[in-house]
């Protein structure tokens, strides 16, 4: 007589929930230890000292990738980290609470153990936010300097932010300075492990001003630099520069990645694709037929310090006044003006410059190639003119651009 069996299930084919990271890591490693034996390879026995140091490396992966996942290393975030690649099959209840929970305890016993350093805890939680590089540099030098005052700490007090409130006040006499430092010094506070998303300051915000400050170069000015390429024979890796910042309006952050990478030169269809911070539009733009030839140059990345400071020499030597502490910026507030002037469109003038899409009803139904506008704004924009007028005096006299026409006529 056949002996009656009884029929295996889904349920039966499922693996037992993983207890703990040591117990995974081992198994992974007797696993990679069984597949080179069987290819012929020595392996070497696994010992506890070894797996305790692979261990650290193992918590510090959790902890970074919850913070790029989820924008936080805290208990929540490990946990949900957990459920999301280790727990893949396992349902999020109340009855496996426990089982994640003895998963990320060694994590969290070797997050207690770890020295805290706040500021570079900052920079990575606004680095996993997607930050442009300036941005980040300009928050963390106020959480720098309140650290360096205060001490390395997961909680400061009101005592200690007032304190530094006081010192900030007198530091910077002038009142968009202060605002900015305390608005940079709050975010600071609240991104803090466990911090107060509401957090205020003892002293509360200062009052900002009507006004900001906001220099700008004239018409007459950005005319002048331009002509200053030829006269002053400025290097073309910054000949390049002033050109995107005269008629794109790129910052000074932008201008510095730039390399020749980011052109495509093919005559009617070249384009620029500038790497546009604070999460604007990253898209390729038309570069006018007539300037082209500018851009057939080598390009090279520059530190943002040699950009600025080469830029005041420049206006220095042609004469253009720039006040102490503008730069860049003053090149993109003279195009946002100048291109709204010949282009009404709010929404054509914000994709022009790149600025993140806006969220309104026209700007959604309305279905016009944004490279078709942005070629009629260049047909339009006063200092593409300007550069035509320079183009054929740099091409000869400008000795960047004149060796490079020499060496080609010399290969032809």
């Known amino acids: 007589m056949k002996e009656k069996t009884q029929d295996l299930t889904a349920e039966d084919m499922k693996l037992d929930a993983p207890t703990s990271l040591r117990q995974i890591v081992k198994d992974e490693l007797v696993a990679s230890g069984y597949d080179d034996f069987r290819r012929g390879k020595e392996v070497k026995p696994i010992s506890d000292e070894s797996i305790d140091v692979l261990m650290q490396k193992v918590y510090e992966h959790i902890e970074k990738e919850a913070l790029a996942v989820f924008k936080s290393n805290e208990v929540w975030a490990l946990k949900a980290w957990a459920y999301s690649n280790i727990l893949r099959d396992t349902v999020a209840s109340e009855v496996n609470q426990h089982m994640v929970e003895e998963l990320m305890s060694p994590v969290l016993e070797w997050q207690d153990?770890?020295?805290?350093?706040p500021v570079s805890y900052y920079r990575e939680r606004l680095g996993a936010r997607r930050k442009s590089p300036t941005t980040i540099k300009s928050y963390v030098s106020t959480a720098a300097k309140f650290v360096a005052r205060m001490g390395g700490k997961k909680y400061y007090s009101d005592e200690e932010v007032e304190e530094y409130q006081k010192y900030a006040n007198k530091r910077y006499p002038n009142a968009n300075t202060y605002y900015q430092e305390c608005q940079k010094l709050m975010l600071f506070l609240r991104n803090l492990p466990g911090a107060d998303k509401q957090r205020e300051l003892p002293l509360g915000m200062p009052k900002a001003a009507e006004e900001f400050y906001q220099p700008i170069f004239s018409n007459e000015d950005i005319e002048t630099l331009i002509w200053?390429?030829?006269i002053d024979d400025i290097p073309a890796n910054l000949v390049v520069r002033l050109i995107i910042a005269s008629i794109y309006g790129a910052r000074r952050g932008e201008l510095t990645e730039l390399s020749s990478d980011n052109f495509k030169l093919d005559g009617d269809k070249s384009t620029i694709l500038i790497k546009t911070e604070k999460r604007g539009q990253r898209k390729p733009q038309p570069i006018p037929r007539s300037l082209v030839p500018l851009f057939n140059v080598g390009v090279t990345p520059l530190e943002e310090h040699i950009l600025h400071r080469q830029l005041h020499k420049i206006c220095k030597r042609a004469g253009v006044s720039l006040p102490k502490g503008a730069?860049?910026?003053c090149f993109r507030r003279?195009?946002?003006?100048?291109v709204s002037e010949v282009e009404h469109s709010d929404t054509v003038v914000s994709?022009?410059?790149r600025w993140a899409k806006p969220r309104t009803m026209l700007s959604r139904y309305k279905q016009t190639p944004i490279e078709q506008t942005d070629k009629a704004i260049l047909m339009q924009h006063p200092f593409v003119k300007v550069w035509e007028q320079v183009v054929p005096y740099l091409l000869e006299f400008n000795s960047s651009y004149n060796s490079l026409l020499c060496n080609i006529n010399y290969t032809k």
């Open 334 to 338: 003279r195009v946002v003006t100048t």
């Open 327 to 329: 730069g860049y910026h």
């Open 351 to 353: 994709n022009f410059m």
């Open 228 to 230: 200053a390429t030829v």
């Open 113 to 117: 153990k770890q020295v805290f350093n």
